[in-house]
Every structure is written in structure tokens, then in C-alpha cells.
């Protein structure tokens, strides 16, 4: 009876260093950023020293993708590990299905304090995933980052953390007056060069900067208050408010950054091919959290790939899109391979519109308006405007071969 009371106390004791070994996670999620815009992507018209410092510092990610180019069913595919179409949240706006089982659910049941800033899932729709704090979720709350690190100071439980935070930036409206030469800027092979373009990809990149800037904050926060062996991800819900971007199925528009250093676990300045996908993460992060991804959702682990370095996880991914209310109403669906894409436009006998130049007013109409001037008198801007609004039943790219979907 004796031996068996001190093989219980000692069970006992070692209980809560157990749970404390869980490691606290922090992932940051940019809003509408293009992944050629970021530094260890490639991007040179604006310096990113937040993305660079945490590409150093763990795996870059070559060929993440998200499940939908729209807000609302990337997030809930995020936070369900479920393709849209499986969790309901197909159309932008849409929240998942009440009764399934989210990200917050998850890491409670491994005895995490689970905490969101921002825009983590579709603004007020946070409230309703069960995370135990969220707060500063509406439109451009831009505080939130101040928010977080403040709340990350004085926090005191010996909880593991899983904490998410939400930036608003690059998302519009982008800063007024960019500290950066429109003329100097290099222009994607997609976009119309015009002095209003350049105009806008300025203060695009201004906002790419300040969503730089919160990342450092957040990355440098978590490091002094969660210690070095926290796991740190970056990544983005989607690309840029651009023709061909956000809202469509084209790499510029789908294909996101995603940076992830973990101390011990992965080794710092590495480079990462596999294909991932949005999914993906919920069951990566709770495999490293110590706990078994779930069976039954769309998303596989990877973190056998982070840890161990180059290997293969998806032979495809798959992204869908579906339109929100009058606005971006082009739905499509597109399977993605490491050399190829196909995209299956649903309506194609529709003109193809979004709020780039459809809103009455605001980012992008200005610029857009200027591309259709130009197209009046130059063919080649003129091909870009029609290719903008009409596209054929099906699309099949070799990557390889024309990177930028032309």
C-alpha cells in the first residue's frame, strides 16, 4: 500500500512539469499580403527586417497555399482544419458550421489557455470559435498589436499558450502618403504601368511595412515573455487587393508566405518545398503541442517535414471560391501541383468584377480606372483589362514555364 501511495505523489508531482514542457505557440497572421512582397520571398521594393529576422531564424516555407482567396473562408478553414466546403464557409462573410469542433476546442483539451488579437477569424465571428480571451476583432482596430504585447507582459498563469494575432495590414485603406519613390517601384508583368498603379503599389508596400513592424513587435514580445523555446508562424489569409490577386485563383492570389521558427526543433535558415496548405496548420501545431491531429478533418501534419527538413507532404492542394454578395461574385474551383495549376471558372459567361473596380470609391478604383483609359489607345493594356473581366470555362498553367499565369 506504502509503495503504491508513493508511485501516486510522484505521478502526481510530476504532472504539472509534464504540462509544462507543452510548448507555448504564437502564430501571427498577416491580412491580404502578397507573398512576392515579402523579403524572403524575393521582394526588394520594400525592406521587411521582421520577416527576414524569422526566416533566419527557422524554415521558410516555399509552397504554402490557402484554402480560399477570401477572408472569411481561409480563416474558417484555418481554424476548422477543414476545406470550405466541409466546414459551410464557402461565401465570404459565411462563418463554419455552429457545431464543429474549432481551434480553441483543441488545444484546451490539452490544457492550453488559447487567446486571440485582432483579426483571427473573420472579425466579430472570433466570438464565436470559444477562445478564452479576444478582443480588438473589428475592422482596422490597429491597436491590437499594442493590445497583445501589453496582455503577453502581464500575464502570469503557468498555462501553455496558444496565442494568435491578427494585423489588419497590408488590408485597405493603405497609408495616404508612403515613404517610398512610385517611379523606383518594379511593377508584376500583371498589372498596367500606369502613374496611378504606381501610386497604389506605394502605399500597398507602405502597409506591407507596417505589417513588418507588427510582426517584430509581436515575435520580439513573445520571445522576452514565453521564453526561447516558444513556436513562432507567420503566414497571410491570402494575397494583395490586386487584379489577379485576392479573390482569385492564380498563385498571387492563393499562394501565401509561411515562416516557422522553433528553437530546438527546427533548425534556423532552412528552406522548405513541400506543399502545404491552410489546413494544414491546426494539426501541425497540435502535434507540437504534444497531441494527436485529429483523423476526421481535411488537414495532415507536417511538422515531421519542418523538423526534419526537405521532404514531401502533398502531391496537390486544392483552393476554393465562391464570391461574397454582390461583390467578387466569380466562383471558381483550382487544384494546384508543384509544376502545374488548373482552375475551372464555374460562370465563365459572366463578366468577372471585384471591389478593385466595382466599389464606388476607395483603394483600387482609381487605379483600375486608369488601366481602362490606357486600354483606349494601347493593346497591350487593353488585353489586360479584357483578360481581367473575361476568363474561359477552364485555365491550365505550367508553372514552370510561366510562373505569373499568363
Known amino acids: 500500500m506504502r509503495t503504491g501511495l508513493v508511485v501516486f505523489c510522484a505521478l502526481l508531482c510530476a504532472a504539472p512539469a509534464a504540462r509544462a514542457a507543452a510548448p507555448d505557440i504564437v502564430l501571427f497572421l498577416a491580412d491580404d499580403l502578397g507573398l512576392a512582397d515579402c523579403g524572403p520571398y524575393g521582394g526588394k521594393d520594400v525592406a521587411t527586417p521582421n520577416m527576414d529576422r524569422l526566416a533566419r531564424d527557422g524554415v521558410t516555407c516555399t509552397h504554402a497555399f490557402v484554402a480560399s482567396p477570401s477572408c472569411a473562408p481561409s480563416r474558417a478553414a484555418l481554424l ?35 487567446v486571440s488579437f485582432g483579426k483571427v477569424a473573420h472579425y466579430a465571428q472570433v466570438a464565436d470559435y470559444g477562445f478564452d480571451r ?5 475592422y482596422h482596430e490597429d491597436d491590437c498589436i499594442e493590445a497583445a504585447v501589453k496582455w503577453l507582459a502581464a500575464r502570469r498563469t503557468q498555462k501553455p499558450l496558444c496565442l494568435l494575432v491578427g494585423t489588419n495590414w497590408p488590408h485597405v485603406p493603405w497609408p495616404k502618403e508612403p515613404p517610398l519613390d512610385p517611379s523606383k517601384l518594379a511593377l508584376p508583368p500583371t498589372q498596367v504601368d500606369t502613374k496611378e498603379t504606381r501610386a497604389a503599389r506605394a502605399r500597398y508596400l507602405a502597409a506591407v511595412a507596417t505589417a513588418d513592424r507588427d510582426l517584430g513587435l509581436v515575435y520580439d514580445a513573445a520571445r522576452k515573455h514565453l521564453g526561447s523555446g516558444a513556436l513562432f508562424a507567420f503566414t497571410s489569409d491570402h494575397g494583395a487587393q490586386f487584379p489577379f490577386g485576392k479573390w482569385n485563383g492564380y498563385d498571387a492570389g492563393i499562394r501565401t508566405p509561411l515562416l516557422v521558427a522553433w528553437p530546438g526543433h ?46 514531401e507532404h502533398r502531391d496537390k492542394v486544392f483552393v476554393t471560391h465562391s464570391g461574397d454578395g454582390d461583390m467578387n461574385r466569380y466562383p471558381l474551383r483550382a487544384v494546384r501541383t508543384r509544376e502545374w495549376k488548373y482552375i475551372r471558372n464555374l460562370d465563365p459567361g459572366a463578366e468577372h468584377h471585384t ?12 487605379y483600375f480606372d486608369s488601366w481602362a483609359e490606357r486600354a483606349k489607345t494601347d493593346p497591350a493594356a487593353a488585353a489586360v483589362v479584357k483578360r481581367y473581366h473575361t476568363r474561359p470555362a477552364e485555365e491550365l498553367y505550367d508553372l514552370a514555364a510561366d510562373p505569373w499565369e499568363l
Do not use: Q
Not at 287 to 309: H, N, Y
Not at 356 to 366: C, I, Q, S, T
Open 80 to 114: 476548422t482544419g477543414l476545406d470550405p466546403m466541409r466546414n459551410g464557409a464557402m461565401l465570404n462573410h459565411a462563418k463554419p458550421k455552429a457545431d464543429l469542433k474549432k481551434w480553441p476546442a483543441y488545444f484546451r483539451e490539452l490544457g492550453y489557455e488559447v
Open 134 to 138: 479576444a478582443s480588438h476583432f473589428k
Open 266 to 311: 527546427i533548425k534556423p535558415g532552412t528552406t522548405e518545398g513541400a506543399l502545404v496548405s491552410w489546413i494544414d496548420l491546426l494539426p501541425t501545431c497540435l502535434e507540437a503541442a504534444g497531441g494527436k491531429a485529429p483523423e476526421k478533418i481535411s488537414g495532415r501534419s507536417f511538422l515531421r517535414v519542418l523538423r526534419d527538413g526537405p521532404g
Open 355 to 366: 471591389h478593385v473596380d466595382k466599389a464606388a470609391a476607395g483603394d483600387g478604383r482609381a
